[in-house]
């Protein structure tokens, strides 16, 4: 048996991998192409579909095309209109070219602005005669002292202690707006306290301003204060004040409060009608008094020319006060005016009182 069965396997032929699934992988092949061709016919067909769609989409209607156009037609016409307008305008500065002026802007200085307010509105008194006071020079030269008022803050103080001469700078008295003052002026040898005084014609008055209406016991208090702050300050000058200075029973109170604290009031003159020189009589009193303003205007030759009356005075009179404010224009013009004074001493105020013999008896 075993010899016949191995007879019948040598008869059988062998049949390869191939030959066995030849026709199941030819039947695949028809199966995957009819189906890739089918798929790419339904894929390209559906991508034509969604382009037609975002055809209409896109691509806005004839109407929309024209008035777009339209619309541009305009702002071209308009654009045209307005080149043509530019060129005219063009043609005519070139005609009506003329120099320009040059603006001066006036400054809004308190004081200033309170004493040319009350001589519209008052009969000027005559500022007391330098006669009244003799004084006795112990310099070669006449002495001007020049205050800068309002002084605040520590931009104002650096621009004073730039300038290469004396100066006397004149403090605010400390308020929520100006807090520091008193710590500021403790940077200079001398310097004096600017006392906010009632004026007739000024719209923005300081922080607790003494009134003509205040009692003793308020002004007292008040210099009582500022003594406390100030406590090498010996000399105060008017803010404002036409109000006050021209009013006897007020100056009276102000000097009693003064006396009290060793002070010495210099009248601003603010007012044409100050009692300052009559109240100073009164009580046995040296006076000083403002001569001039020297930056009413924020200019430059301006400013120059009043420091030049200024240094005139002095020549005249022996002394002479003038007063100034912490604007920009106002230093520059300092810085630039050394050459202005080479014929008088600039010196601070209290050099200036202590010259001064008073002939009143």
């Not at 043509?84 to 002026?101: A, F, G, I, S």
């Not at 005075?313 to 002394?319: D, I, L, Q, S, T």
């Amino acid at each position: 048996m075993s010899k016949k069965r191995k007879t019948k396997r040598k008869s059988r032929k062998k049949v390869s991998f191939w030959q066995k699934y030849k026709k199941l992988f030819y039947i695949l092949i028809v199966i995957f192409l009819s189906t890739f061709f089918i798929y790419s016919n339904f894929y390209t067909a559906k991508s034509l579909l969604k382009e037609k769609k975002s055809e209409k989409k896109v691509y806005p209607n004839k109407k929309l095309l024209e008035k777009m156009n339209k619309m541009l037609k305009e702002e071209r016409r308009k654009v045209d209109i307005l080149k043509k307008e530019l060129e005219k305008t063009k043609k005519r500065n070139k005609v009506d070219k003329k120099p320009k002026k040059t603006i001066v802007k006036k400054v809004i200085s308190s004081e200033a602005m309170d004493y040319k307010k009350s001589l519209e509105s008052h009969k000027p008194i005559k500022p007391p005669k330098k006669s009244q006071n003799t004084l006795v020079v112990k310099s070669k030269k006449p002495l001007l002292a020049i205050i800068i008022d309002d002084v605040a803050y520590k931009g104002e103080v650096k621009n004073i202690k730039m300038l290469p001469f004396k100066v006397t700078p004149s403090f605010f008295p400390p308020t929520k707006r100006h807090p520091d003052t008193p710590k500021l002026a403790k940077e200079f040898s001398f310097y004096m306290v600017h006392l906010p005084l009632q004026a007739l014609h000024y719209p923005h008055p300081e922080s607790k301003t003494l009134l003509v209406t205040n009692s003793q016991k308020d002004i007292d208090s008040r210099i009582k204060n500022i003594k406390r702050w100030f406590p090498r300050d010996k000399f105060v000058n008017n803010h404002t004040g036409s109000r006050f200075t021209s009013d006897d029973k007020a100056m009276i109170k102000l000097f009693k409060a003064l006396n009290k604290n060793r002070m010495i009031f210099i009248d601003s003159r603010t007012s044409a009608d100050t009692v300052a020189p009559k109240v100073a009589k009164i009580f046995h009193q040296k006076l000083l008094s403002r001569d001039i303003f020297i930056d009413n205007i924020a200019d430059i030759s301006y400013i120059r020319g009043q420091l030049k009356k200024a240094v005139n005075k002095a020549k005249k009179n022996g002394y002479a006060i003038a007063i100034g404010h912490p604007h920009p224009k106002t230093f520059e013009a300092l810085r630039k005016s050394k050459s202005l004074f080479k014929d008088v001493k600039l010196v601070y105020v209290s050099t200036i009182y202590e010259n001064i013999k008073s002939n009143s008896k």
